[in-house]
């Protein structure tokens, strides 16, 4: 359980007290934090007043667009400019910032941030740079890794299932599949498995743990693409075959808010989730028809045996150019620590830490944060860390949707995937 005993602000004045670094610095009036419109920053909302009350310093919540925040953090950092104190950012974007050099690393002087056991390993690899495992940038290997950043948001994608109908979580995907055969009536509109399947990011966060669980990858730890394989065809012949048989009608174009949306309104018996569609959509009473019948569980295993979820976290970091970085650093470890992860996964963020996730009042309200902890716990895989990875996924997102609606064969996907993305990291220097 969480500690209640002491009140919140007194823990808060401790934090403060009790940190290395910041109390020496003369306080800024402000923090100026970019941030991503929508769900995600919920709970930094919830606690930004506390922060203000505690401190005596505004924190200002600069908010854009996902794009929008991506540009804007580039077009600053490679200014130099000291546009933001603190920003957020999406763990795909890691490559980009920690290969230019533009954020700070936590790990060492002055910050010298220590490893919590609270929080799992898998969050301190995916915010360090270089990364500590898989392929590796050219010209990235040599250089010494520090952790740059640390997670606030911690995506991980869920299976979801409705427990009534399904007493046990389904461990294989052979066991979803024969769930989905046995409950699915099309005839009433009830689907066995509700899936996205739109072109792009969408269908590729779908189908890529179903990849993963086959044994099938995009790269090997040289950056040589190693898609087109037995592997990757079974998991697409699965996918698009037999998974979309049990599917909804026209999941090639469906997107999150749209399989989420099946699931709540009773039309289905399982599918995946992400944590903020769980929260805002499935286990949302002014939406769903199904609350208290949902269990949440690890993504099922594949013929390997091996459950391969996939991560999806937004992170914190201290740009280079920020003019408070200490207080930044203060900031960073206190929206991160233990006792204000608690009341800001009550405002509906979604946390990260072990004790907060396997917190039982905290599950009693929001179902799926044990599951998450046992997906961070697998561990999770994350993207390849590459900045040509959004390039490699339109590829990826656009055959493998091309085998969805039945334009392409899985063979024929797989091996157009694998030569367009060839060509694509050779162009990039990659490979030769």
Known sequence: MLRRAVPLVLVLILLLATSEVGGTASKPTHLNVGVVSGGEIRGLQAIAPMWDKAT????????YPYPSLYEKMVTAFQANAATFDVVMLDDPWMPKFGAEGWLTPLDQAPFNLKRDPDIFPVVYELGSWPPPRGPIPPGEASKPRHLEAITLVGNVELFMYRRDLIPKAPQTWDEVLANGTHLGNPGKQFYGFTMRGAKGNPIISEWFPILTAFGGQVFDNNWNVVFKSDAAVNALKFFIGQMKAVSQPGPDTADAAD???????GHAAQGNVWPAEASDIVENPQVS??????????MPAGPLGRHTPMMGNWLLAIPKAAKEKAWAYQFITWATSREIQGPYAKAGGIPFRKSVLTDPALNARYPFFSAMADSL??????????????????ILGTHVNEALVGTESPEQAVDRAQTEITQHMKEAGYIK
């Open 259 to 265: 399989r989420s949306r099946i699931m709540a309104t």
């Open 56 to 63: 005596g310093v505004h924190l200002n919540l600069i908010v």
């Open 289 to 298: 028809k199904v609350i208290g019948k949902i269990g949440y569980a690890v």
């Open 377 to 394: 716990a697998a561990p999770p895989f994350w993207r390849p860390r590459t900045t040509e990875w959004s390039a490699v996924e339109s």
